[in-house]
């Protein structure tokens, strides 16, 4: 194990970056200090050198410059009982360790019981526990860094505990860290255990959410704390309620540098307070409004089935060359009694992120099945329903037995069913949907490509699937009277 630490310093290149973890030592003037970390445990510049310890007290690793512009020039070796302090250069360094070995290994296990201790108390806040700003900066830095490699978002909450002074001075400072403390552990339990939580401020809080899919997701989180403070603390054998205010930056739209996202969500926090306290701002009055009405509109979606806001269009199918109904397309209607009628486009997404478009997809053929089950009790002739699968819906292995629950609930008759389904949809999985397809076209139900043309448009490639029609989309239709390709392509 020596033998590979010393071919590791011998074959080091200055111009290397630092690894994470593990062995420092400080290289510069005499008299600097050696310190010793675990891996990942500590991210800030204590030293030149970096190697690696592995195992109880093992060392071995890679040697890296934490700054490339510093010389290397001398180091600073403490002995097991702090006792003896040596100063070497660097080749007196590699006879050091290849002399004394358990010298070196003993340091290991002294400093870093250290140097735990240590990190905690620069990471920490002694009264809550949680990181302090300086590591919340820190993992905002590598939040920011990691988003910015995916492609993605990163949102920062400032949460702030309203009148905490006036808390302090009437309840005193005792009682005070007490509800800081409380806060924390209500804090934590409130955000999804992947988040980060840490203490910025004497009142205020932030928590850093990586990777959330959209605004909206960011907002449910700043509702949630609001909620979660709005019961009350007992603090001293009696209830006491502290509500907060919430500020929210986010990257990429409020800039990319951590300092300047903290200042925003704190700046973001003011504007809650100056509304009254106990609500949420974004930074951005634009990502403000999109967050609030995608949230509304996710909670009234929860509730549009029960409050009976959903009904169905139909739009018929005519044969152009008799002017015969031949079927009709099932559509999803939904009309809020504040906000009118919502399109489809805008709705349809946010019920697939809140994970309820399984039961609106549902309710949809269950409705459709019972108004072909009227319309023929009426005498209409015998046509097919054609009615949209979602993404998400074809997702489920007992989709076949789910379509079939609801067809002899409603004693509808599969051959008048027909399921549309993207081309995209299709390729999430294409052997899974090609099983998928078999089944439901075992049961009598009739499959439609939809909007051919939108995505991948191999026929090559479509031929393997079962389908019964193929709905030609509007790009190719618009052309149509006027330019000869568009024709050619469709007929």
């Given at each position: 194990m020596q033998r590979g630490l010393v071919a590791t310093l011998a074959d080091a290149s200055d111009s290397r970056r630092i690894a994470a973890g593990a062995i420092l030592f400080e290289m510069g003037d005499p008299g600097a200090t050696m310190?010793?970390?675990?891996?990942?445990?500590?991210?800030?510049?204590?030293?030149?050198?970096?190697?690696e310890t592995v195992g109880a007290g093992g060392v071995v690793g890679e040697m890296a410059l934490l700054d490339e512009e510093a010389p290397v020039r001398s180091a600073t070796v403490i002995a097991a009982a702090d006792s003896e302090v040596v100063?070497?250069?660097?080749?007196?360094?590699?006879?050091?360790?290849?002399?004394?070995?358990?010298?070196?290994?003993?340091?290991?296990?002294?400093?870093?019981?250290?140097?735990?201790?240590?990190?905690?108390?620069?990471y920490h806040d002694s009264v809550t526990?949680?990181?302090?700003?300086?590591?919340?900066?820190?993992?905002?830095?590598?939040?920011v860094l990691r988003a910015q490699r995916r492609n993605t978002m990163v949102g920062l909450l400032f949460v702030d505990l309203d009148n905490f002074q006036s808390v302090n001075e009437s309840l005193g400072f005792a009682l005070g860290d007490e509800l800081l403390r409380a806060a924390a552990v209500r804090l934590r339990e409130t955000v999804d255990a992947g988040h980060s939580v840490a203490r910025l401020l004497a009142d205020g809080f932030g928590v850093l959410m990586e990777e959330p899919h959209e605004t909206h997701d960011i907002a449910a989180t700043a509702e949630q704390i609001l909620a979660a403070f709005g019961r009350p603390f007992v603090l001293g054998g009696r209830s006491h309620y502290v509500t907060v205010s919430v500020g929210v930056s986010c990257f990429p739209q409020d800039g990319s540098d951590p300092d300047v996202l903290l200042r925003s969500a704190e700046s973001a926090t003011g504007?809650?307070?100056?509304?009254?306290g106990n609500a949420y701002r974004f930074y951005s009055s634009e990502l403000y409004a999109i967050a609030v009405d995608t949230l509304h509109l996710r909670n009234a979606l929860r509730q549009a089935i029960e409050r009976r806001e959903f009904h169905l269009g139909f739009q018929p199918r005519v044969d152009v060359s008799t002017g015969t109904i031949r079927g009709m397309e099932v559509l999803l209607r939904w009309t809020h009694p504040e906000l009118g009628l919502i399109p489809p486009a805008k709705f349809i997404p946010i019920a697939e992120q809140a994970g309820i478009i399984d039961t609106i997809g549902e309710w949809v053929l269950r409705e459709a099945c019972l108004q072909m089950k009227a319309w023929l009790a009426s005498g209409l002739k015998p046509f097919r329903l054609a009615v949209n699968l979602s993404a998400r819906q074809l997702r489920h292995a007992d989709l076949a037995q789910r379509i079939a629950a609801i067809l002899k609930e409603t004693d509808f008759n599969p051959q008048h069913l027909e399921l549309e389904i993207t081309e995209s949809t299709l390729m999430e999985d294409p052997d899974r949907a090609v099983l998928l397809l078999q089944s439901l076209r075992q049961m009598g139900i009739q499959i439609t490509l939809d909007d051919f043309g939108m995505e991948y448009s191999c026929l090559g490639y479509l031929k393997q699937f079962p389908l019964d029609y193929m709905k030609i989309d509007q790009a190719f239709m618009r052309g149509v009277p006027k330019e000869r390709d568009d024709a050619a392509i469709v007929k």
């Open positions: 310190f010793v970390v675990k891996s990942g445990e500590l991210r800030i510049q204590v030293g030149d050198l970096v190697f100063e070497v250069d660097r080749a007196r360094l590699l006879r050091l360790l290849r002399e004394h070995p358990a010298m070196t290994l003993e340091f290991c296990r002294v400093m870093v019981r250290r140097l735990r201790k240590t990190t905690v108390l620069t526990g949680l990181p302090n700003r300086f590591r919340f900066q820190e993992l905002c830095r590598t939040a504007n809650a307070q100056a509304a009254g």
